[in-house]
């Protein structure tokens, strides 16, 4: 994501090499000295010659990552929202199947340009397929949902996290089974994480 940095990090008075990480809700420092910061304490975050000046309650940091910093000063202070993690777009069609998060179902549905809650009929396809799958046996269903998509279409496989009722590993190992390559993780919510799956470029038809 490159939110990820060999810095020196001036805190508190004293100095320190080591590494950040501009994580989801925290900006996190490991070196000499460690820092924690969750992003909704940051009150301002700037960038000036490859430093990342930040303020958080009555402290201040600064951070020497290079050239990254301007683009870690806006992400901090502008984050992208869910749908901006989850690449929906004006021109989407997406059918959501098994989720029930009516915030997420009401973002979509304005944003994109369709929103279904109900399984394509055969032969219409869709950009982007969000599938709640709160136990492993709802992973079956992958080979079938993988031909609803467009060639270059997504296929959001959404589980619980950290529940052994369905894991990592088995949705990752289900996506390969269907044909599908994992791309990317995002948290879906406080309770649940969303994994995206594609189809390899090599097997697209148009």
Excluded at 8 to 17: A, N
Excluded at 60 to 65: G, K, Q, R, V
Excluded at 101 to 125: I, N, Q, V, W
Aim: glycine share 8%; charged share 30%.
């Amino acid at each position: 994501m490159g939110y990820d940095a060999t810095c020196t990090l001036v805190f508190d008075g004293k100095t320190s090499k080591g590494r950040a990480h501009l994580e989801h809700k925290e900006l996190v420092f490991r070196g000499g000295e460690r820092l924690t910061i969750p992003l909704a304490d940051i009150s301002k975050a700037t960038a000036e010659n490859g430093t990342l000046h930040v303020r958080f309650g009555r402290k201040s940091a600064t951070l020497t990552i290079g050239s990254a910093a301007e683009k870690w000063a806006q992400r901090i202070t502008s984050p992208p929202s869910r749908l901006d993690k989850l690449g929906v777009k004006p021109e989407t069609t997406i059918a959501a199947l098994g989720i029930g998060d009516r915030e997420f179902l009401d973002e979509a549905s304005k944003r994109a340009r369709s929103l279904t809650t109900r399984t394509p009929a055969a032969g219409k396809r869709v950009d982007m397929i969000f599938y709640g799958a709160e136990h492993r046996d709802a992973l079956e269903r992958l080979p079938g949902l993988a031909t609803l998509l467009h060639p270059a279409g997504a296929l959001w496989i959404v589980r619980p996290k950290g529940r052994q009722e369905i894991t990592e590993a088995e949705t990752m190992a289900a996506g390969k089974r269907a044909g599908l390559v994992d791309v990317k993780v995002v948290s879906f919510s406080e309770t649940h994480t969303a994994e995206k799956f594609v189809i390899p470029v090599a097997k697209r038809r148009p």
